[in-house]
């Protein structure tokens, strides 16, 4: 291992280890002070008392070749992200919330690090990403190769994504960072890359697309103006962010019953149909008028 790198997590553990452990009205009134006060002794405690969450989820990430040191220094900035954040008035643990934010950082910096996952990459390819290793372990699927049809369908059935998406991710990640200019066959005459056949779509679908999204875009915009803010932010966080909350999490947030939570979200859902379809019908009748002047 790197010796720089060595040393640079030991400091940081050692830093985690200077800061004690929270009660939770010590947390509330730290909390406080920094949104309140911008009091920076308040933060330094109520960051430095959290070191050691940020340091247990990079270990979590152990597996994708980046070195230990680098994940816990993005996850800190998840979890200074948090703090600023933060709103202790809604009743539940720091922790909790800085939780999301710490996962989200170091993963973001690990789908950059990753040639084999390139920026702009689709959520469903983020949640192979980062649990097909996992599932394939805990269904004994360690041989190299493709992976049995009954298999690609259980996992795409549990991760809610394409199987053609699981085939593809599997092989990506068995095959690892190859070059695309490594040579090919016992001559070594031709290279991988002369062989991917061009997939990408010509200029008049990438056009479509990009127009169809552009007006989903829209209406979806138009239509999460017309909730509450609260609504507008369950439906975000259980139906639109790549890493969905549970029930459980987001009754700890607003301090109500998994029930609430639950009614909040089929209501704001409904709401959110009903106005996109009105946004809808309207843009096609605007286009109607446009095309009969």
Do not use: C
Not at 20 to 34: F, G, K, N, Y
Not at 189 to 218: F, G, K
Request: hydrophobic content about 40%; overall charge positive; cysteine-free.
């Amino acid at each position: 291992m790197d010796q720089r790198i060595d040393t640079s997590l030991v400091r940081l553990v050692e830093e985690a280890k200077r800061f004690p452990m929270l009660t939770a009205e010590r947390e509330q009134e730290l909390a406080r002070l920094w949104r309140d006060k911008r009091d920076p002794a308040a933060l330094r405690d109520l960051i430095g008392s959290h070191l050691r969450l940020v340091i247990k989820i990079a270990r979590g990430y152990g597996g994708y070749g980046l070195p230990l040191a680098d994940l816990v220094s993005e996850g800190n900035v998840g979890l200074m992200q948090a703090a600023e954040k933060f709103d202790p008035s809604r009743g539940f643990r720091f922790s909790t919330y800085a939780l999301w934010w710490i996962r989200a950082s170091i993963q973001e910096y690990i789908l950059h690090s990753w040639s084999l996952v390139k920026m702009g990459t689709t959520a469903a390819q983020k949640k192979l990403f980062f649990n097909l290793r996992r599932i394939k372990s805990r269904l004994a699927e360690l041989e190299q190769g493709d992976l049995p049809r009954e298999v690609v369908a259980q996992i795409a059935t549990e991760l809610d994504v394409p199987e053609g998406e699981v085939v593809e991710m599997n092989r990506r990640l068995a095959a690892g960072d190859t070059s695309l200019n490594a040579p090919m066959g016992i001559e070594g005459d031709s290279e991988w890359l002369e062989m991917l056949p061009d997939e990408r779509p010509n200029q008049e679908a990438r056009i479509a697309d990009a127009e169809e999204t552009r007006l989903r875009r829209h209406l979806l915009d138009g239509a999460l103006k017309q909730l509450k803010p609260r609504e507008r932010e369950i439906i975000f966080a259980r139906r639109i962010q790549d890493e969905p909350m549970t029930l459980e999490e987001l009754s700890h947030r607003y301090a109500v019953s998994r029930e609430r939570i639950r009614q909040i979200e089929v209501r704001a859902f409904g709401k959110l149909q009903r106005a996109m379809r009105a946004q809808n019908q309207l843009t096609r009748q605007d286009n109607q008028r446009l095309v009969a002047a």
